[in-house]
């Protein structure tokens, strides 16, 4: 019965140490410009940016169609078409 404490004292001691690790460790590893629409408090968007692909079993599995590129473009704002699919494979 002292396992218990000593993984709870240890997960305990780990939590602390991330959360003590400095926030600002990280680097980038390519030069890149400065965002144009930085804003340090965000900017929440609304909608509909949640797509399962053709790669995702389940959405395969009942017939979605949608690629991986289709669903990038969907999120950069672009008309995304969905099932059901007419005779000819296009979306309705």
């Given at each position: ?72 473009r969907f999120a950069r704002g672009e008309r995304l078409g969905i099932r059901p699919y007419d005779a000819e494979g296009r979306p309705l």
């Amino acid at each position: 019965m002292t396992s218990r404490p000593r993984r709870a004292t240890g997960a305990l001691a780990a939590l602390l140490l991330a959360l003590a690790s400095p926030l600002h460790a990280f680097e980038r590893s390519e030069p890149r410009e400065p965002c144009a629409r930085f804003d340090p408090l965000r900017q929440p968007f609304y909608g509909d940016l949640h797509v399962h692909t053709a790669l995702s079993f389940h959405a395969n599995v009942i017939g979605v169609r949608t690629t991986p590129r289709e669903a990038n473009r969907f999120a950069r704002g672009e008309r995304l078409g969905i099932r059901p699919y007419d005779a000819e494979g296009r979306p309705l």
